[in-house]
């Protein structure tokens, strides 16, 4: 899917597709978050894991930045279907939340995770053009439910208080789709009691990916995981398709397919 601005959006497609994707997560989640642990290989400079497999990846290319495929990639995104799970074992979220009130829904879902864009890219033009091409997607597997994990960087709880205590408060997901943490990793979501949220600030220390879900109408699931190999606290997000946020579908549906 060619976009203005020498932007492209596509599936990747084969092995050195997947080694870009794998290469451009090393940089984002290694070199500038500082993440480690098994997924991560230094001497390939990759960043992979099994789920990787069982899993499609979505690819934003700058056709601006030159003929070298790694350069030119800028943002990614990683889908796994429930069939994929089947394969893989699980979905990846299962293990720092309980997904029961999910997969009790009986409904269709999808899991997005392993999301990321250069630090130029983010916020703009290419995270657009990323989620259209995910909504396209996302129509054309029937899913009706989007879940995964989202990430702050850093693992300081006291320096998120007031961005996942804001979450907490004001975008918990209803009960019947409400994962929990899980495991030694999990933390209440935010702080407990009641104190004033300054949520200008609040907004401004969270990532984009999470801003984006939240306008979808997306909320979080109960509690969060303090993954400290990755370097992040993560959040559970979920995304009911069919109640989307009528008008932000319709930015992101516009000219899709």
């Not at 003929?67 to 089947?86: C, K, S």
């Amino acid at each position: 899917m060619l976009m203005p601005s020498e932007f492209e959006v596509r599936l990747a497609k084969g092995a050195e597709d997947l080694w870009a994707v794998q290469r451009l997560r090393y940089d984002v989640f290694v070199r500038e978050l500082g993440a480690s642990g098994p997924a991560v290989n230094h001497d390939l400079e990759i960043e992979a894991d099994a789920f990787d497999a069982h899993s499609e990846h979505l690819m934003v290319l700058d056709r601006a930045r030159g003929a070298d495929l790694a350069e030119q990639l800028v943002g990614v995104y990683r889908m796994m279907t429930q069939a994929g799970a089947g394969a893989a074992g699980g979905f990846y979220t299962a293990s720092e939340f309980d997904l029961a009130p999910l997969m009790q829904t009986g409904r269709p879902m999808m899991e997005l995770g392993r999301s990321c864009l250069r630090q130029p890219y983010r916020g703009g033009a290419a995270m657009f053009y990323l989620w259209q091409a995910l909504a396209q997607h996302v129509t054309d597997q029937g899913a009706e439910i989007l879940f995964g994990t989202a990430s702050f960087a850093g693992t300081d709880l006291c320096a998120l208080t007031a961005p996942l205590s804001l979450l907490g408060r004001e975008h918990l997901a209803q009960a019947a789709l409400r994962p929990k943490a899980i495991g030694a990793g999990a933390v209440p979501l935010g702080a407990s009691g009641d104190f004033e949220i300054d949520r200008l600030a609040a907004l401004r220390a969270m990532p984009a990916l999470i801003k984006a879900y939240l306008r979808l109408g997306g909320c979080v699931g109960e509690g969060a995981y303090v993954d400290a190999a990755f370097n992040t606290v993560d959040v559970c997000m979920v995304l009911d398709v069919p109640a989307m946020n009528p008008r932000q579908k319709t930015i992101y549906l516009k000219g899709s397919g």
